[in-house]
């Protein structure tokens, strides 16, 4: 059913104006004149189908130089093709609506769906496993300490009873122009009384030296002092600058032998005053953070604190 309707005057009329004849439209064009004098009435005979019409009517209007728009309208529609029509959009419409409400029903399923399945996990998290054993509340220890009291005890410790390791850092010692101020130590003008140690005393010895006795507990000792001391009296520093061995006893009566290679460091800790014995030509000893001023003959030396401990 043709859904248009053309001025079919207007294509006689224009053939008339340019005086040509139907068999001369139907010869320009191909077609029969049958065919032009259908397409001139606004009939079906001669074409396949409206389709096949329309195209026909189409080439004839441009043949004759007339514009599509001036020469077909669309054909206004019936009261029933408008009822019909619009009971087909609300059809579409309401497959539609149905078809949005259907994937909104499954998509709200399926999320109830995974918070079920999420609530389901918590609770399975939360549940108490049986034969879990919680650890002993006594084996948690806390312990606090204040670093000055940590410092002092291990300073204390290792005076006692534990192995020195020998230090390569020099930077312990302040050893400028202004620091080896010899006058900064004070030889006591009486000799300290030797001291007689405890035969238990345990010698935490490297490879002893066969000619080498320790001394320092029964010799006359040489004492130190410094005026103005910038670092800790619990320990000392001490640089061999040959082979040597020394012993050193402090205050605890804790004695400990070294065995010095060329060129060693070490930082003693312990319990001042300090014992010690060793070759002083050879040997240079830090206290307190001061330069001991050594003699050639100072073998056997005792470091006292300036202040008390």
């Known amino acids: 059913m043709e859904k248009y309707i053309y001025h079919n005057k207007k294509l006689i009329n224009k053939r008339k104006k340019w005086r040509l004849s139907i068999g001369d439209a139907a010869k320009a064009l191909t077609l029969s004149t049958t ?3 259908s397409l001139e009435n606004n009939l079906d005979i001669g074409f396949a189908s409206p389709k096949y019409k329309l195209i026909l009517l189409k080439r004839y209007a441009k043949f004759l130089d007339i514009k599509l728009e001036d020469l077909i309208e669309e054909k206004p ?3 029933k093709e408008k009822e019909d029509e619009l009971a087909l959009q609300d059809n579409n419409l309401t497959l539609h609506n149905k078809i949005n409400y259907s994937v909104l029903a499954i998509i709200l399923f399926g999320f109830i ?3 079920f399945n999420s609530d389901l996990s918590k609770s399975n998290d939360q549940i108490p496993d049986l034969n879990e054993v919680s650890p002993d509340p006594e084996t948690i220890s806390i312990e606090t300490q204040k670093e ?3 410092e002092f005890a291990d300073n204390l410790t290792e005076s006692i009873g534990s192995a020195e390791k020998i230090s390569d850092n020099e930077d312990e010692y302040k050893e400028s122009d202004s620091q080896l101020n010899e006058e900064s130590f004070v030889i006591a003008d009486d000799v300290v009384a030797p001291t007689e140690l405890d035969s238990s ?3 935490v010895a490297l490879n002893s030296v066969e000619d080498f006795v320790c001394e320092v507990g029964t010799t006359p000792l040489k004492s130190f002092s410094t005026r103005n001391p910038e670092k800790s009296s619990y320990y000392f520093y001490i640089i061999s600058y040959d082979s040597q061995k020394i012993c050193v006893v402090d205050s605890l009566g804790a004695l400990k032998e070294y065995d ?3 060129g060693a ?3 003693h800790h312990g319990s001042p005053p300090f014992k010690i014995q060793l070759n002083p030509n050879i040997s240079e000893v830090y206290f307190e953070g001061w330069k001991v001023n050594l003699q050639d003959n100072d073998y056997f030396i005792q470091l006292n604190p300036t202040l008390t401990p």
């Open 113 to 115: 769906i995974y918070l």
């Open 265 to 267: 460091k070490l930082s």
């Open 201 to 203: 005393s345990e010698v």
């Open 77 to 79: 529609k019936s009261s």
């Open 35 to 37: 065919q032009i004098k």
């Open 260 to 262: 010095f290679k060329k």
């Open 148 to 150: 000055e009291y940590i």
